[in-house]
């Protein structure tokens, strides 16, 4: 498939280039020691991700460890309420840990093992990229560095006792609004500081290139089982699907299986209380070029340029940019970003949970709303939602903010 002078067929040849560029969306804007210490990552990135002794060892893990493949389920009551479209859901919930984030922390931390290095570095907001780097850290005998606000400490009590359980050592940033924004920075200044002994994780398809790539190509395991599953379930490929995008990295490894389709593509952002910015998180429907932590992208800004408050009910897609290739894909019109705001998102959490028995993260619930809206336009055929993760997490704010319904 061709679009815009973008040849499908060779798409993963080409993009990104040898600078880390999808169009001109990506790169590397970073201090010049930084610079070296992303170099030496992509150099031992572009060697090992081909030996067969780390796809085999990648590949045991996945079964092994992890669980996977992770199954497709048909949603079959609540198609037959909706009407004549079938949806599916890939159950991302069902890998370890309860989300699609321990697929690119185990091959961070597998490579961080063969590059020799003692220790993984990472931030976390909401705790989800913490628990799960610090999953894998346990899992390689790696040590753990988490950075995190004082006041994300304090909110998010469990995913810290969950860190700490696993043997990571999460570090209190106390400077500033002390949350996600300030643990950025001091992960970076920390990795700056250690980069000989350790390895920088970042927890989605974010920051300087290699990792915009390398979280894709680690997480491009959904979308390659999701193909398969679903053709050998129906006999054909879905007609659209559906993935929330928050920095982007479930929905990048889940599309990157059907770029070469003729399959509609939608990512999905939190639209959160409205169009108003501060009020969301829709980056790629609001935003404007920019460069923010590392990147060039599209993102929300402040009057000043810098990166903009941004909320969403969901606490893993409050940020307030996303992966250059999404930038990249939205332009070439590959892909098609729209938004579902928290009520209708709440409303499909509920659904979810009561006509499957499958309680969904808020994030996915996002992609979940947009695939029931698919079904109610669409008249025929069949809809393949990624549930990027699993809603136990989110038990206790559902119930306090929205009660039972
Ligand atoms: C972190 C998270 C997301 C958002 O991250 P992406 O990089 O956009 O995939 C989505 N769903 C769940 C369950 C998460 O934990």
Redesign the pocket.
């Known amino acids: 498939m061709k679009l815009n002078n973008v040849d499908f067929d060779t798409y993963f040849k080409n993009y990104p280039d040898e600078n880390g560029y999808f169009g001109k969306y990506g790169g590397a804007y970073i201090p010049d020691d930084l610079k070296k210490a992303m170099q030496e990552i992509t150099e031992a990135y572009f060697t090992i991700c081909k030996s067969r002794r780390f796809i085999s060892e990648l590949r045991r893990i996945r079964k092994e460890f992890q669980g996977r493949p992770t199954p497709i389920s048909y949603l079959e009551r609540l198609s037959g309420s909706l009407g004549n479209v079938q949806l599916y859901v890939k159950r991302e919930d069902l890998n370890h840990t309860g989300?699609?984030?321990l697929n690119h922390c185990m091959g961070e931390a597998l490579l961080a093992k063969y590059m020799g290095k003692k220790k993984v570095i990472a931030e976390t907001g909401a705790g989800?990229?913490g628990v799960a780097l610090a999953t894998a850290a346990a899992y390689f005998g790696l040590e753990c560095d988490i950075y995190m606000g004082s006041v994300d400490i304090k909110k998010q009590a469990p995913n810290v006792a969950r860190m700490k359980i696993l043997g990571a050592n999460v570090v209190e940033v106390t400077h500033g609004l002390a949350t996600l924004k300030e643990a950025v920075d001091a992960a970076f200044e920390a990795y700056a500081r250690e980069y000989k002994d350790s390895i920088y994780c970042i927890g989605?398809?974010l920051g300087p290139h290699p990792f915009p790539m390398m979280v894709r190509d680690f997480q491009s395991v959904v979308g390659i089982e999701a193909r398969e599953q679903f053709v050998e379930m129906t006999g054909e490929l879905p007609d659209a699907i559906v993935a929330?995008?928050?920095?982007?990295?479930?929905?990048a490894g889940f599309f990157s299986g059907f770029l070469n389709d003729p399959v509609d593509i939608y990512g999905i952002e939190p639209l959160g209380r409205g169009p108003k910015l501060g009020d969301h998180a829709a980056s790629l429907k609001y935003g404007t070029e920019g460069i923010m932590h590392g990147f060039n992208s599209i993102m929300l800004k402040d009057e000043n340029g810098d990166p903009a408050p941004v909320y969403s009910v969901a606490s893993?897609?409050d940020y307030p940019s996303s992966g250059p290739e999404h930038a990249f894909l939205r332009d070439l019109g590959r892909v098609k970003y729209d938004v579902v705001n928290d009520d209708d998102t709440i409303d499909a959490f509920f659904t979810l949970s009561r006509m499957e028995g499958i309680i969904p993260?808020i994030?996915?619930s996002h992609a979940v709303a947009y695939g029931i809206k698919l079904a109610k336009t669409m008249g025929k055929g069949s809809v393949l939602i990624n549930l990027?993760?699993r809603g136990d997490k989110d038990m206790d704010y559902i119930i306090e903010k929205y009660g039972i319904r």
Request: aromatic share 0%.
């Open positions: 989300a699609h984030k989800q990229h989605s398809v929330c995008v928050g920095g982007g990295s479930n929905a893993g897609l993260a994030e996915s990027s993760g």
